[in-house]
């Protein structure tokens, strides 16, 4: 069962719109991606990974606009990375950040967003557990193809974990719990705006 997400409550599509692409989808996506860019520029310089807000605001995109929308902003932010925006942390383009030891990582955003827009999407975004449990998932999960392939920079076994998971550990604690505070005090928001 669909629930209309916080962007399509906000900003509704029109009856006789063609599904694809309209200005409505074009502009939150390039919303998103500025989003995103912004918490990947508010990083920590640690290596071989920086420790960024990105997958903070990804949790926020990908709740607020659902499944297919926010692996669409993930696609379009990967993308424009790759193409030569300077979208990265560090000011990284193209291929090289996916080539590096970030690239798994990269990869990992957009399984996160399907996740997480999955959740919205059945309306678990209204209710602080649910949510938290689908950005717990997410982000536990965005660590599998990153560190897989972070392992073949660092070597495999304690090294990896001492460079790939445990210095962001509580960061990412941090950032689900906060994440997942978000979405229903911007539907308490949402509610009131309505009424």
């Known amino acids: 069962m669909s629930h ?3 962007a399509a409550t906000l900003w509704p599509t029109r009856a006789a719109a063609l599904p694809g692409l309209t200005l409505r989808s074009l502009a939150l996506v390039a919303g998103g991606v500025c989003l995103i ?3 990947a520029k508010a ?8 420790l960024t807000l990105q997958t903070l605001a990804i949790s926020v995109v990908a709740a607020a606009y659902g499944l297919r929308l926010g ?8 993308l424009a990375g790759l ?4 979208v990265f942390a560090g000011w990284s383009v193209g291929i090289a950040p996916f080539m590096g030891p970030t690239g798994g990582f990269l990869v990992g955003f957009l399984v996160m967003a399907a996740i997480i827009g999955a959740a919205a999407d059945r309306g678990w975004d209204k209710a602080w557990p649910k949510i938290l449990g689908a950005m717990a998932l997410a982000n536990v999960i965005v660590f599998v193809p990153g560190l897989i392939w972070l392992g073949t920079f660092t ?6 974990l001492a460079a ?8 990412t604690l941090v950032k689900t719990a906060l994440g997942a505070a978000l979405m229903p005090a911007a539907w308490a928001i949402v509610s009131r705006l309505r009424a």
């Open 4 to 6: 209309a997400t916080i």
């Open 37 to 39: 860019t912004l918490g």
């Open 43 to 50: 990083s920590v310089p640690f290596w071989p990974v920086p």
């Open 71 to 78: 692996v669409a902003t993930v696609g379009a932010y990967l």
């Open 83 to 86: 193409l030569g925006a300077p």
């Open 155 to 160: 070597g495999y076994g304690a090294k990896l």
């Open 164 to 171: 790939g998971l445990w210095p962001f550990a509580l960061g």
